[in-house]
């Protein structure tokens, strides 16, 4: 539906008219959402700010129920709201950013909540990832409430994007609630962890994907000063490790490389025994291309190469669902929402934007590959994050929300 769109405007002129948020305002609202801890699966707190904020500016906001009951017996609530347009038959536009952060990193010399500002930098757990990104889009959502559109808006304010399955954007996808949606923009900080070096503006058009290898070895148990009369599955572990570090994995022309990185050995507690379980759990970036049984090919190569002793089972890491997986995805330089990004980007900042790929995942591999949304991550930077001293750029945070605003006015206008 949105290729059709033309996103100079109905006589071919830069959107100069379109909405600008207040920027005092904006880092006002800023400092009060880092002030607000919200360390995942603890969001309770800071949904009911976001709820009350999009309430008093007479925008209907809702709850959206998230539960998981089996395996974090997790429950907690997204913020949705939507701007309705004219046209029941123009595009609608999802704004999607997380209300959660890391947990509360302890080596802090301040208050991991203090919203501190000082040479243009507000400090705070999540200041960067990504509260930043979060005032950035509510900002632009209140501005573009005054402006008549074509289309919809539709914003999504999520939990649980840092806990280990991104519990609020599953819900979203699962429960239907972004079925009507054709194209996306996700605020995290996107320069910092990129690809490659670029610098804000930036646009990244894609992310690599995630999966997460949870292996077992069996071996033989055996006492202890006789270690030849059994099979040590922690040293079998070790070796499988080190072979899947050296895996020879995928590449794409814009995504880069693909990577393996080994994070935990777990095995034996007998002393004097040796182990005859051991658990090797490997962290696994793919590209386009790559799938998840290729995945699990490659490992279950890899163990035959070795010729271990041991018996290995080649699995993933548990999740509630099946399809819970961060699948690799790429928007089309050529999508009328990077095109429109572009124009607000020139428009905004005064200068052409960088473009790059997000080396990582999160909420975006939801909805650029499951959802099937073209899907563009356009963040305010800064530095430390999920670590002591983390910041943000206050200017990128409110240029950000002028972009998002800008952009949704030339693509649903």
Known sequence: MTEELDTSGEDGRVSGDAPRVDPDETIDLLQDLVQIPSPYFEEDEIAE????????????????????????????????????????????????????TVLLVEDWEEDPTSGRIEDGKLYGQGACDMKGGLAAVMMAFDALAEYDLAGDVLLTAVVDEEGPYGLGTDRLIRDGIVDDCDAAIVTEPGPILAQEDIENPALLLGARGRYFYDIEVRGKAAHGSKPHTGINAVVEAGKLAAALDDLEVGSHPKLGDGSVCPLKIEGGSQTLSVPERARLMVDRHVVVGETLEDARADAERVVDELGLESDVDVGFREAPEDDILYGPYVTDEDHPLVTALTDSTRAVSGTDPDYGYFSSVGDFNYLGDRAGLPTVIVGPDGENIHGAGEFVYTDEVVEVADIVADAAVRLLD
């Open 49 to 100: 700010f976001v709820y009350e904020w999009l309430d008093a500016r007479g925008h209907d906001p809702e709850y959206h129920h998230v539960s998981e009951p089996d395996i974090t017996e997790y429950e907690g609530d997204n913020v949705v709201a939507r701007l309705e347009g004219s046209d029941p038959d123009a595009p609608t536009l999802l704004l999607n950013a997380h209300m959660d």
